[in-house]
């Protein structure tokens, strides 16, 4: 196994995560099996009870953990299925290592950070280095992205365990990347100071860097590279520019411009095979047409919907569209605001805000035979939505709204559930489509696997109303409704799951390519209304 360990310095939000997932796809592209491990610091066992507000997405994997959006893009980059193990945090590591002293496995010693803590640090990357990710088959390479900026607290335990596993590995099975800033001046100059303060904090926990990538908004030409190498003992050829670019998909095109698979190969003593361009290919997708797509959410930072907006940009991509997203806050907008969007979308969430117009927006696409994609929530709103204007019962709600008649009610195992972390309807179920109806015929047979993330369902009460008021329930898992669609409309479908989770620029989710499909064809009919 070949581990590639990712540091930070400077600042946060620099794109170690996207920076550890182009790195792999660039080994990836060469034809090796590739895995990624993402640690976070926090002391949270995972993030399902984190504010999406303050942490972005919560990504949840095919066995149900929920997980930093790191892994997400590492899922969509290199097309793998990760587990839980893939994501450590402090919460993890500390309660293992409690759990081990309580039952005595450490026979009286002294539990502290060093060797304990340390030791379990050790111990979950390697044993989630030997998770098959792919198939069936093991990787040969291990990503690791250390969350955090060197120098925190919270992260030094972690660091002092790579130290430490450099130490026992062979030179050749370890390799240090360190992402740092590389700011341009008032004068337009590139500061190296930042990435030279950095590297020497890193020094101090007794870490070399083996590469280092400089992020910048100006490409780093050879004299900056030069001045970093000389004050940092990095080769001038391992000091890497990664310049802002528009598409994050175009990240492992740069870096294999900048050589930096022919760095690690050499360093790793790997074969620097001939890369596949599929990857490249796909990326590079030219577009010729654009569409608008309104999504209504209620937490108004886009991170908290990072993995909707890159399925729209995959979808998009496979149908050489640009898809251009107006946000619109639940709470304030105009039903104006929908009326020249080519599509509209409703995303999933919790709580009773924002909700009532989301509800006005479903209507307004349903009756105005707008393409419309719903969401988990998006999914039990469009039922309310449509037993209240349809059905005719006014108060229809949902259970986790308040009063009202229920027509989404709390699943029955969530009654008496107490704790919030780890307790919702998580990870992958099977789904059986139902034949000859929209679903089906988007994913071209009748069963599919999608991952779920709610405590919430359609009512059984109510499935049999709706259903002969012309809503076509298409997709199911036993009794679990799972699909609602509308036949006489050019394109009204909503999942109970979440689709944008198995999605990727290689193969973009099947709703996704529905709905921004019927998104092309609605602006292609509007034109030829006005004609």
């Not at 009532?356 to 998006?378: D, H, S, T, V, W």
């Amino acid at each position: 196994m070949k581990y590639i360990v990712v540091t930070g310095g400077v600042m946060s939000g620099l794109g170690k995560g996207i920076t550890t997932a182009s790195i792999g796809r660039l080994l990836k592209n060469r034809g090796y099996q590739v895995t990624a491990v993402k640690i976070d610091p926090y002391l949270n066992i995972d993030a399902g009870t984190m504010n999406p507000a303050q942490h972005g997405e919560v990504f949840v994997l095919s066995d149900g953990g929920e997980v930093d959006l790191d892994l997400g893009n590492y899922e969509r980059f290199l097309d793998i299925n990760l587990k839980s193990l893939h994501n450590i945090t402090t919460g993890k590591v500390y309660r293992n290592v409690i759990e081990k002293e309580r039952r005595g496995d450490f026979l009286g010693a002294t539990v502290q950070i060093i060797p304990h803590i340390t030791d379990e640090i050790k111990h979950c990357i390697r044993g989630a280095a030997e998770v098959e990710v792919n198939g069936g088959k093991k990787a040969e390479i291990c990503m690791v992205e250390v969350g955090g900026t060197v120098g925190d607290i919270e992260s030094m335990p972690f660091l002092e365990a790579v130290r430490q596993m450099h130490g026992e590995l062979a030179p050749q099975d370890m390799l240090l990347v360190h992402v740092t800033l590389v700011p341009v001046d008032t004068m337009g100059d590139l500061k190296t100071k930042p990435t030279q303060h950095s590297v020497k904090a890193l020094r101090e926990l007794g870490l070399q860097p083996d590469i280092i990538v400089g992020r910048s908004s100006e490409v780093i030409g050879p004299q900056t590279k030069k001045k970093i190498s000389a004050f940092t003992d990095v080769p001038a050829k391992a000091v890497v520019s990664a310049k802002d670019v528009p598409d994050i998909y175009q990240i492992p095109v740069e870096l294999e411009k900048e050589g930096l698979a022919d760095v690690i190969c050499g360093y790793l003593a790997l074969e620097n095979r001939e890369p596949d361009p599929t990857w490249y290919r796909v990326v590079s997708q030219e577009y010729t047409s654009r569409v608008t797509v309104a999504i209504v959410s209620k937490y108004g930072i886009e991170d908290v919907y990072m993995s909707i907006k890159e399925s729209l940009k995959h979808a998009g991509r496979a149908l050489s569209t640009e898809v251009n997203i107006r946000w619109l806050d639940a709470e304030t907008f105009s039903l104006r605001d929908l009326a020249d969007v080519d599509g509209i979308l409703i995303p999933g969430g919790f709580g009773k805000r924002g909700i009532e117009g989301k509800i006005r927006a479903i209507q307004y696409a349903r009756e105005n035979r707008k393409p419309y994609l719903g969401l988990c929530l998006g999914f039990q709103l469009s039922v309310i939505e449509y037993a209240r204007h349809v059905l005719g019962i006014p108060d229809a709600t949902s259970e986790e709204m308040g009063p009202g008649t229920h027509v989404i009610a709390i699943l029955p195992e969530q009654e008496d559930v107490s704790n919030l972390g780890g307790t919702m309807r998580l990870g992958n179920c099977n789904v059986d489509l139902k034949e000859g109806t929209r679903a089906a015929e988007l994913y071209g047979k009748t069963g599919t696997v999608e991952r779920h993330r709610h405590r919430y369902e359609v009512n059984p009460m109510f499935i049999k109303d709706l259903e002969d008021a012309a809503l076509v329930f298409s997709g199911s898992c036993g009794e679990r409704m799972e699909i609602c669609e509308l036949p006489d409309h050019p394109f009204y479908l909503a999942t109970q799951f979440h689709p944008e989770f198995k999605s990727s620029p290689t193969k973009p989710s099947p709703p996704y390519i529905g709905f921004v499909e019927a998104c092309k064809k609605n602006k292609s009919s509007s034109k030829d209304q006005v004609r």
